[in-house]
């Protein structure tokens, strides 16, 4: 594989700055990313795995099908480079595929078949945390990966990580934001029962939440449900 080019990079880099802004598409990000790990050091294919909630390995994206199907096969196999640098948090490189059959017996014989001669993996990590993995393909013998190419290929795999990581931040913020809303939107209408009680029953307004949230409770209903029929049905709700 060819030495990365300065050029090349710089100008990926900001590509992948430039999509960490509104509007974020994760596959895409991932997608990218992939295509330009190829186009660095002129690899056949490359694919990133992420892991899930409970740490499971699972293939996110590839730069081709052929890819596609030796990620898979070694996830589902439990065995080749994507899951050795996820388990270590180190990079798995310059490995000459037809020698590493001992370490990897099953997963090997499928990459060659598929055209693969060597591989590399890059974990995805922040910290002590790893998120997934990035293969990289050679389909040539001696594909070795320069000693100032491996940093580089690290920082692009960290660059997928913040991508991910940006996600789910926002991901997490949007969800914090849906339920402050909610919350805000029950106790609106919550209100609202209380005042309609309160007058219906001519009681006060704090003995009328009572009766509310005590109808709620003995028929198993939601508190902002009850509330919600109060104001719009109160028919439906006999006996309050």
């Known amino acids: 594989m060819s030495t990365v080019s300065t050029e090349r990079l710089a100008t990926i880099f900001v590509e992948a700055a430039d999509t960490l802004v509104d509007e974020f598409d994760l596959f895409d990000f991932l997608h990218m990313l992939t295509e330009r790990a190829c186009g660095l050091v002129g690899a056949a294919a490359a694919g990133l795995a992420l892991a899930d909630e409970h740490g499971r390995l699972g293939f996110v994206v590839g730069s081709d099908d052929n890819v596609r199907l030796i990620e898979l096969f070694q996830i589902q196999n439990d065995q080749g480079p994507c899951l050795e640098a996820f388990r270590t948090g180190q990079p798995v490189i310059n490995i000459d595929l037809p020698a590493a059959a001992a370490r990897w017996p099953r997963f090997v014989p499928r ?33 070795d990966f320069a000693d100032t190419d491996v940093p580089i290929m690290q920082a692009l795999a960290d660059v997928a990580t913040i991508g991910l990581m940006q996600e789910r931040a926002i991901r997490r913020s949007e969800a914090l934001t849906e339920q402050l809303q909610g919350a805000l939107n029950s106790r609106i209408i919550i209100e609202q029962a209380k005042g309609a009680i309160a007058q219906i029953k001519e009681v006060s307004v704090d003995d009328a939440f009572l009766r509310i949230r005590a109808y709620a409770r003995n028929h198993n209903l939601r508190l902002t449900d009850v509330a919600r029929r109060i104001v719009t049905d109160l028919a439906s709700l006999p006996g309050l």
Request: glycine share 16%.
């Open 111 to 143: 990459a060659t078949d598929a055209g693969f001669r060597s591989v590399h993996a890059f974990p995805l990590r922040l910290r002590s945390q790893v998120l997934g993995a990035l293969n990289i393909f050679g389909d040539t013998v001696g594909g």
